[in-house]
């Protein structure tokens, strides 16, 4: 019982941070901060913290999966996460939310191979309800829910990161197995920051040139996205510690319904009550998943 309450309050943290920190970053970037750079700092102030509980890590305890998993992890991570501010620079938080439902799908399919995860009956038609609400949330668009949609840089861009950051939850898991849920926090956010500078440099951004842009408003909008992120990994990070990565991910598209609110109350985006019907299908999906996990 202790055990559920500590899960449902990862996810419920996991679900109010997620769509928190894509308002700070989409506010960061509408300020003219570069994307890359958002995703950098980020990365970079959370593994600063890190490092005062460097010399607590038992090193030599630490096998090759770790390593490894953590480097994949870091590197597929900070590729996905920059991919993410680039799309909620250009697109409407309520529509790039819902496309992250299929992450849940992608998360599954690459946990059957590298974690033995095999769904149920039940989880499928959850994730298949998941899907079918982001119809709705997708054809409030100009394209409406078509080829033509997917066609767009904004949508390929949350797409991408979908994608990698779905590859990237079953490489946390990974990590999570060879060490522990704080070290696999850790590892994520000293390699992400090392990979997103890394990111930086190819594409010809400069970090100092873009520090000097900063103001007093972006350090406090910083403050709070690092604060932000640092909970949703944690918490992240603990519910892969108790429940199958494909699970985790269908329950955390629970934010979706809050990322639709905060795009029509604070960026003023509209179609709010067919976005509101795709999320709550969405969330019936989810509901679905985490009652019936053992069935």
């Not at 419920?12 to 989409?26: D, G, W, Y």
């Not at 920051?193 to 930086?200: D, K, R, V």
Request: aromatic fraction near 12%; include cysteine; charged fraction near 15%.
């Amino acid at each position: 019982m202790t055990e559920t309450i500590f899960i449902a309050l990862a996810v419920t943290l996991r679900i109010l941070s997620n769509p928190v920190a894509n308002v700070f970053q989409k506010q960061l970037t509408n300020r003219g901060n570069h994307p890359l750079v958002v995703n950098f700092l980020t990365y970079l102030a959370l593994a600063i913290v890190c490092l005062f509980f460097l010399r607590l890590v038992p090193w030599k305890e630490l096998g090759t999966q770790f390593w490894l998993f953590s480097l994949l992890g870091g590197l597929v991570g900070a590729l996905g996460n920059g991919f993410l501010v680039k799309a909620l620079q250009k697109g409407d938080l309520s529509v790039l939310g819902p496309i992250n439902s299929y992450k849940s799908v992608v998360g599954i399919i690459v946990g059957i191979f590298l974690l033995g995860e095999i769904p149920n009956a039940w989880g499928i038609v959850g994730i298949a309800l998941i899907i079918y609400g982001s119809y709705f949330v997708l054809d409030t668009t100009e394209e409406k829910f078509s080829l033509a949609l997917f066609k767009r840089p904004e949508i390929q861009f949350r797409l991408w990161a979908m994608i990698l950051t779905a590859i990237e939850a079953v490489f946390v898991k990974k990590v999570i197995i060879a060490s522990s849920v704080s070290l696999a926090l850790m590892s994520w956010c000293i390699l992400g920051a090392f990979f997103s500078f890394i990111l930086l440099l190819l594409n010809g951004v400069s970090p100092l040139r873009e520090l000097e842009k900063l103001s007093t408003k972006d350090l406090s909008s910083y403050a709070l996205l690092v604060a932000c992120i640092g909970t949703m990994q944690f918490t992240t990070n603990y519910a892969f510690d108790h429940m199958p990565v494909g699970y985790v991910l269908s329950l955390f598209q629970l934010s979706t319904i809050i990322s639709v609110l905060v795009g029509y109350r604070i960026f003023k985006e509209q179609d709010i009550r067919k976005k509101l019907v795709g999320s709550t299908i969405m969330i019936i999906g989810s509901v679905l998943i985490i009652l019936l996990k053992n069935g």
